[in-house]
């Protein structure tokens, strides 16, 4: 069975940096797509970076130039490098990845999510 753990939430304060880690577990035999999502209290989850099997990334445009989204292949780990956060990128951060299990079934699996709190 696929899992993603997530890890590295935490307080932060305005202007400093994060990483948050994904690492998946199981029988995977390849990833289509890795993705990081956030929810703020009182808004809809909304999609931050993400990554492709051919590693193209894209990011929502609050976040362009200060977050990075990057995979570690050998790991079956995908990260997303937080700078220069501000109180607005507070929120609970999740990773979802689209996969190939060895068995041949696909699927889309998320991880618990993780509290980014930016404040001073």
């Known amino acids: 069975q696929v899992q993603l753990v997530e890890s590295g939430g935490g307080l932060v304060q305005p202007g400093g940096s994060l990483r948050l880690s994904c690492a998946a577990s199981?029988?995977?035999?390849?990833?289509?797509?890795m993705r990081w999502y956030r929810q703020a209290p009182g808004k809809e989850r909304e999609l931050v970076a993400a990554?492709?099997?051919?590693?193209?990334?894209t990011y929502a445009d609050s976040v362009k130039g200060r977050f990075a989204i990057f995979r570690d292949n050998a790991k079956n780990t995908f990260y997303l490098r937080m700078d220069n956060l501000k109180f607005e990128d507070t929120a609970v951060y999740y990773c979802?990845?689209?996969?190939?299990?060895?068995?041949?079934?696909?699927?889309?699996?998320w991880g618990q999510g993780t509290q980014v709190t930016v404040s001073s």
């Open positions: 199981g029988s995977i035999f390849s990833f289509s797509a």
């Open positions: 990554i492709s099997g051919g590693s193209t990334t």
């Open positions: 979802n990845a689209e996969l190939w299990t060895a068995t041949g079934h696909s699927g889309a699996y």
